[in-house]
Structures are given as structure tokens and as C-alpha cells.
């Protein structure tokens, strides 16, 4: 079972059934427990400030029931401590809770619960380009008091999410250090550019991202999506496939569009795949993912078509069965560890076998003995029950009831959240005819499937 997280423009497209979409929709809507498609509260950001008050109310329902069935409630989100989680939560409440905080507090002050995080991301960067157009904002009454100077300095920065402030701050940022925006906006190595601008003033950009990381974690506490965050921004501030930044009657797209995003290829982070469609927010997704070494794949809706009917549809059990010794037998090992002075060869496949595991490791000198494991997502390397639940579930409809006559999992939630770190638990035990001995073992955040075709029946 897979993690596969959505951009916003792709649930748009999903719900309003446009024909180009429709075998994407199909793979989606009957995915047969081989997804998990979850929501995050950027959906919902997404959401609020994306109708105008007029319409809003008929379209936002229907939204939130759509995101409701698609996901089947599953809410991806981070505590205020900024752990993240899943929960079973009905987008509706989330929807309910933002919408009663715009309601308790004036736009001013909601929007400045989330103003420290904007002024990290820009203001820590010591170009003129940046800090001249502050200053002169804040100077342009001529009252330099203490509080004045913080008030002026917070409509500065609400301006930026809800007006085109972001575009003209963002063009006298690469007018004062030199960025020819035509160059580096499709370049394919944009911060090795960037680099050789910064270098007369003795800065790099990844100095930048740090003293904004640093600014940050002195206010409050982060994880990586503030690190994902802000690197998607530098790279927009610098002209990497830079957002359209525009409002209108019709169209509103601001830096908050941009932080939206941004919020998305975080949250993204934590599953298996990210679809996509936002050519824009795509390419930097790519870029911050490599540069941070994170393994989600990225797919456009068509891309990820592809991708399925190549790789990810549900082979029979004997194919499954002989890519599994075909790779161990045949292929260059990718991986090497040790296990308990045993040399165990690993090899990580673009594969998912069962739905699930993606990598088959095997002792150098035992014949037809495999371990089936799951190489997680970078940020997400937990096991979740929904994922543990329908593994079995899958495994049950290829072995049969297992030597104990166990079927599908019977446990609730707290079995897996009970578990020790030093835990291994020996859940199923097939015995199958022609094929061997397969055994399902539960770890604290982690599957294995081992399969011995050396006792064969």
C-alpha cells in the first residue's frame, strides 16, 4: 500500500471529471486498498481563499465531501510541537476549525499568528534588494517608534500574502545581485548559478537557506518541512520556475499561493509519490527533493498514469514469485548490510510487491531465501495501520488463511502503537504448496515478508 499525496489543482481535476483525468480518476477511485490518498491542512488553505465569498459556500461543500470519500478521512498534519501524524478526521472539522478562528480574530491579527514564519523565510537574507523596499515601507509615514516600526513591518508582510507585493519585492531581489531570470528560470542547476552571482559578496545560497533555518528555530520549533519550505521559496525568490504572482477581480495568486505550495511539497515528503500538475511547482518540488535527498517520486497526472500500468498494477503471485528470484539471482545488489556477521545483499526495486514491499534482500551464500521489506518515504518512516491492515489483506487473497486458519487482521490500532522498538512478532505463517514457507513479521515500524523456497512441499 502506497502513500500517494495530491497537489490541490489535482483534486480540482479528479472532482470535476474532465475527460483528460479520467483513467487517473478510475485508478484513484477504485484503487482497490493499494493507495492511501491523504489531505493535509494545506488543502484546506487551499480551499478557503480559492472561491470568492460569493460562491464559496456551495463549492467548498462539495469540495469537502469529495476529499472526504477520496481520502477516506485520512488527515496528514503536524502537532504544534511540529511531530507529524495521521488521524481519521473529517476534512469538514478542519475546514470548521479555520474558519472559526478567521471568525474569533480580525484578518489583521489571524494572518499575523502566521507572520513570523514569512519574515524568516525572506528577511534574514542580507540583500539591499530585500531590505530597502522594507525599509522604505516602514519609514514611509516618518514615525520610527518601537511600535510603529513592528506594526509597519507586519502590514509589510500581510501585503505580501494578499497582494502583488511579493512580484516587486522578488524583482528588486534579482535586479540587486545580478539574476538574468530568463536564464535561470528552466536552468538545470539553478543554485550553481546563483552560487557564482553570491560569490562577490562572499555568500552562498545555502548560507542563505541556513540563516533563514536558524531564524526560524531561535522563534519557535521546526522540523523539515520549514526546511522544505524555505528552500522552495529561495528558489522562487531567485527566478527558479518563479509562480505567477497576480490578483484580479477573477484571479488571486499571491505569496501565499506560494507558501501553499510549498506547504505541499512538504507535507508530500512524508508519502511514497506526489502527483503534480503545476509544471511550476513541480520542477522546484524535483529540485528540493534532490538537493535534500528525499526519495518521493514526483509525476504529473499523466505521468503517473504511465508509471501504473507500467510498474504498479498487481502482477499474478507466480510472476511476483519469479521477479523476486529473478532479482536476487540475477541482479548487481544496489544495497549491502550485515546480519549478525551474515552478508545480506539488498536490492531496492521500482517494484511494490503485494502492493507494499519495494526491497528484497538475500544471504550471499543461502540459496531461495528472501527478505521483502519497504524502503519509506524519507520523511514518513512510519508504519501506518491502514497500510499494515490491507498488506494482510492482499497476502490473504494470494496464500489463503494462514497454518493457524488466521485471516485478515483482527487487531485495532493500538497493537501497532503498543509495540517496543526491540518488538518482533511472528503475525502470519503460510505453508504453500510448490512454493515454500512464507512468514509475515511485525516490527515497530516496519514489515517484513520472508519467503523460503527451500521448503517447498
Same mark, same amino acid.
Given at each position: 500500500?502506497?502513500?500517494?499525496?495530491?497537489?490541490?489543482?489535482?483534486?480540482?481535476?479528479?472532482?470535476?471529471?474532465?475527460?483528460?483525468?479520467?483513467?487517473?480518476?478510475?485508478?484513484?477511485?477504485?484503487?482497490?486498498?493499494?493507495?492511501?490518498?491523504?489531505?493535509?491542512?494545506?488543502?484546506?488553505?487551499?480551499?478557503?481563499?480559492?472561491?470568492?465569498?460569493?460562491?464559496?459556500?456551495?463549492?467548498?461543500?462539495?469540495?469537502?465531501? *469529495? /476529499? $472526504? &470519500?477520496?481520502?477516506?478521512? +485520512?488527515?496528514?498534519?503536524? %502537532?504544534?510541537?511540529?511531530?507529524?501524524?495521521?488521524? @481519521?478526521?473529517?476534512?469538514?472539522?478542519?475546514?470548521? *476549525? /479555520? $474558519? &472559526?478562528?478567521?471568525?474569533? +480574530?480580525?484578518?489583521?491579527? %489571524?494572518?499575523?499568528?502566521?507572520?513570523?514564519?514569512? @519574515?524568516?523565510?525572506?528577511?534574514?537574507?542580507?540583500?539591499?534588494?530585500?531590505?530597502?523596499?522594507?525599509?522604505?515601507?516602514?519609514?514611509?509615514?516618518?514615525?520610527?517608534?518601537?511600535?510603529?516600526?513592528?506594526?509597519?513591518?507586519?502590514?509589510?508582510?500581510?501585503?505580501?500574502?494578499?497582494?502583488?507585493?511579493?512580484?516587486?519585492?522578488?524583482?528588486?531581489?534579482?535586479?540587486?545581485i545580478g539574476v538574468n531570470k530568463d536564464k535561470i528560470f528552466n536552468s538545470p542547476n539553478p543554485l550553481y548559478e546563483i552560487d557564482k552571482i553570491l560569490k562577490d559578496k562572499g555568500i552562498s545560497f545555502s548560507q542563505l537557506i541556513t540563516e533563514s533555518l536558524t531564524a526560524i528555530k531561535e522563534k519557535s520549533e521546526s522540523n523539515f518541512i520549514d526546511e522544505i519550505i524555505t528552500y522552495y521559496v529561495g528558489l522562487d525568490l531567485i527566478g527558479y520556475n518563479q509562480d505567477e504572482i497576480k490578483v484580479s477581480q477573477k484571479k488571486s495568486k499571491t505569496f501565499h499561493n506560494t507558501i501553499d505550495d510549498a506547504?505541499?511539497?512538504?507535507?508530500?515528503?512524508?508519502?511514497?509519490?506526489?502527483?503534480?500538475?503545476?509544471?511550476?511547482?513541480?520542477?522546484?518540488?524535483?529540485?528540493?527533493?534532490?538537493?535534500?535527498?528525499?526519495?518521493?517520486?514526483?509525476?504529473?497526472?499523466?505521468?503517473?498514469?504511465?508509471?501504473?500500468?507500467?510498474?504498479?498494477?498487481?502482477?499474478?503471485?507466480?510472476?511476483?514469485?519469479?521477479?523476486?528470484?529473478?532479482?536476487?539471482?540475477?541482479?548487481?545488489?544496489?544495497?549491502?548490510?550485515?546480519?549478525?556477521?551474515?552478508?545480506?545483499?539488498?536490492?531496492?526495486?521500482?517494484?511494490?510487491?503485494?502492493?507494499?514491499?519495494?526491497?528484497?534482500?538475500?544471504?550471499?551464500?543461502?540459496?531461495?531465501?528472501?527478505?521483502?521489506?519497504?524502503?519509506?518515504?524519507?520523511?514518513?518512516?512510519?508504519?501506518?495501520?491502514?497500510?499494515?491492515?490491507?498488506?494482510?489483506?492482499?497476502?490473504?487473497?494470494?496464500?489463503?488463511?494462514?497454518?493457524?486458519?488466521?485471516?485478515?487482521?483482527?487487531?485495532?490500532?493500538?497493537?501497532?502503537?503498543?509495540?517496543?522498538?526491540?518488538?518482533?512478532?511472528?503475525?502470519?505463517?503460510?505453508?504453500?504448496?510448490?512454493?515454500?514457507?512464507?512468514?509475515?513479521?511485525?516490527?515497530?515500524?516496519?514489515?517484513?515478508?520472508?519467503?523460503?523456497?527451500?521448503?517447498?512441499?
Amino acid at each position: 500500500m502506497l502513500r500517494v499525496y495530491l497537489d490541490w489543482n489535482v483534486w480540482n481535476n479528479l472532482k470535476r471529471k474532465s475527460s483528460q483525468f479520467d483513467e487517473l480518476r478510475i485508478i484513484m477511485e477504485n484503487r482497490d486498498n493499494l493507495f492511501l490518498i491523504p489531505y493535509s491542512p494545506a488543502h484546506i488553505g487551499d480551499l478557503t481563499h480559492g472561491y470568492s465569498k460569493k460562491d464559496r459556500h456551495e463549492h467548498i461543500n462539495s469540495d469537502l465531501k *469529495y /476529499i $472526504s &470519500e477520496l481520502s477516506e478521512n +485520512l488527515l496528514l498534519a503536524k %502537532y504544534s510541537n511540529q511531530e507529524i501524524y495521521f488521524s @481519521k478526521t473529517n476534512p469538514e472539522i478542519i475546514f470548521d *476549525y /479555520i $474558519s &472559526e478562528q478567521e471568525s474569533k +480574530l480580525s484578518k489583521l491579527h %489571524y494572518e499575523l499568528k502566521n507572520v513570523e514564519i514569512y @519574515k524568516d523565510l525572506i528577511f534574514p537574507i542580507p540583500i539591499n534588494g530585500i531590505d530597502n523596499r522594507l525599509y522604505d515601507y516602514i519609514t514611509s509615514d516618518g514615525y520610527l517608534t518601537m511600535e510603529n516600526i513592528l506594526m509597519k513591518t507586519m502590514e509589510y508582510i500581510i501585503s505580501l500574502i494578499s497582494t502583488e507585493e511579493y512580484k516587486y519585492l522578488r524583482n528588486d531581489f534579482q535586479e540587486s545581485i545580478g539574476v538574468n531570470k530568463d536564464k535561470i528560470f528552466n536552468s538545470p542547476n539553478p543554485l550553481y548559478e546563483i552560487d557564482k552571482i553570491l560569490k562577490d559578496k562572499g555568500i552562498s545560497f545555502s548560507q542563505l537557506i541556513t540563516e533563514s533555518l536558524t531564524a526560524i528555530k531561535e522563534k519557535s520549533e521546526s522540523n523539515f518541512i520549514d526546511e522544505i519550505i524555505t528552500y522552495y521559496v529561495g528558489l522562487d525568490l531567485i527566478g527558479y520556475n518563479q509562480d505567477e504572482i497576480k490578483v484580479s477581480q477573477k484571479k488571486s495568486k499571491t505569496f501565499h499561493n506560494t507558501i501553499d505550495d510549498a506547504n505541499h511539497v512538504g507535507y508530500a515528503s512524508v508519502c511514497d509519490i506526489f502527483i503534480v500538475d503545476d509544471k511550476r511547482c513541480k520542477e522546484k518540488a524535483l529540485y528540493v527533493y534532490s538537493e535534500l535527498n528525499i526519495n518521493t517520486k514526483v509525476f504529473s497526472s499523466s505521468e503517473f498514469v504511465e508509471y501504473w500500468n507500467k510498474v504498479l498494477t498487481l502482477d499474478s503471485l507466480n510472476n511476483q514469485l519469479f521477479k523476486i528470484t529473478s532479482i536476487a539471482n540475477n541482479f548487481e545488489p544496489n544495497i549491502q548490510e550485515y546480519f549478525e556477521n551474515y552478508n545480506l545483499q539488498g536490492y531496492l526495486s521500482q517494484l511494490y510487491f503485494f502492493g507494499y514491499f519495494n526491497y528484497i534482500s538475500w544471504f550471499e551464500n543461502i540459496k531461495n531465501y528472501h527478505i521483502l521489506r519497504k524502503v519509506k518515504p524519507t520523511n514518513g518512516n512510519i508504519l501506518l495501520y491502514d497500510e499494515f491492515k490491507h498488506l494482510t489483506f492482499h497476502l490473504i487473497k494470494y496464500f489463503g488463511n494462514d497454518i493457524h486458519n488466521k485471516s485478515v487482521v483482527t487487531e485495532d490500532e493500538n497493537f501497532l502503537k503498543n509495540l517496543d522498538e526491540d518488538d518482533f512478532i511472528l503475525y502470519r505463517t503460510w505453508k504453500v504448496s510448490n512454493i515454500g514457507e512464507i512468514r509475515l513479521v511485525v516490527q515497530k515500524n516496519h514489515l517484513s515478508l520472508y519467503i523460503d523456497f527451500r521448503n517447498t512441499l
